[in-house]
């Protein structure tokens, strides 16, 4: 099985500030047919995750453009350009070339 | 505008049984695989199961296999996920979600499997 590994766990960031999340697999994302089926997903508190990328950095419908995703092979990040009270919540990666497995979750608060 | 209602949670005794239900709505539900998955109490999230557009493919992560079942109707514009022989660790927030890829979920339904 592919497992994810997400880091940090805890990110505290000022607003206004970047913030980055790293996911990292155990084995290439890279699947049969040249894409990479990696995508990451924000749970703000009490409600359901929503997708924000899905083959590494397509940016899905009212994503705000500081988000952006990239990464290839089995390195893969988040990046936040500066950071906005709303982005409170916990961020997952998702990899989806070989089965599915998620990263542990990235709890991300404001200072 | 996309709509997903999870229902049929509950608490229920180990060995027991309950089925899980998600209406859809806002998309063409015949064209969608559909997935469920859950995040047991201040966890992380696990992927449980999909099912084609058509219900011909049906996948299960191994700690569900040979317990749960995956199901839609389409006429229906529903999800279905039966859960036989509940242990403490199904005990989740059961999610349904749009896609192969997980476009879009709904809000969820708790499971509790409790003595």
């Known amino acids: 099985d592919v497992v994810m590994t997400q880091s940090p766990l805890f990110l505290p960031v000022t607003p206004g500030q970047p913030a980055s999340i790293s996911c990292r697999s155990s084995?290439?994302?890279?699947?049969?047919?040249?894409?990479?089926?990696l995508n990451w997903f924000q749970q703000r508190p009490g409600q359901s995750p929503r997708r924000l990328f899905y083959?590494?950095?397509y940016r899905d419908f009212g994503v705000p453009d500081r988000f952006s995703g990239s990464g290839s092979g089995t390195d893969f990040t988040l990046n936040i350009s500066r950071v906005e009270p709303e982005d409170v919540g916990v961020y997952f990666c998702?990899?989806?070339?070989?089965?599915?497995?998620f990263g542990q979750g990235t709890k991300l608060e404001i200072k | 505008e996309v709509q997903l209602v999870e229902s049929g949670g509950g608490l229920v005794q180990p060995g027991g049984s309950l089925r899980l239900s998600c209406e859809a709505s806002?998309?063409?539900?015949?064209?969608?695989?559909m997935t469920w998955i859950r995040q047991a109490p201040g966890q992380g999230l696990e992927w449980v199961a999909n099912?084609?557009?058509?219900?011909?493919?049906?996948y299960y992560v191994d700690s569900v296999k040979g317990r749960f079942t995956i199901s839609r109707d389409n006429a229906k514009n529903s999800l279905y996920l039966q859960m036989n022989s509940l242990r403490a660790e199904d005990t989740a927030v059961y999610y349904c979600?749009?896609?192969?890829?997980?476009?879009?979920w709904g809000q969820g339904t708790l499971v509790t499997v409790s003595s």
């Open positions: 979600a749009m896609n192969y890829y997980l476009d879009f």
């Open positions: 806002g998309f063409t539900f015949s064209n969608s695989w």
């Open positions: 099912i084609k557009k058509d219900g011909s493919e049906k």
């Open positions: 084995q290439s994302l890279l699947y049969s047919d040249g894409k990479t089926y």
């Open positions: 083959k590494v950095s």
């Open positions: 998702l990899q989806a070339s070989y089965r599915f497995t």
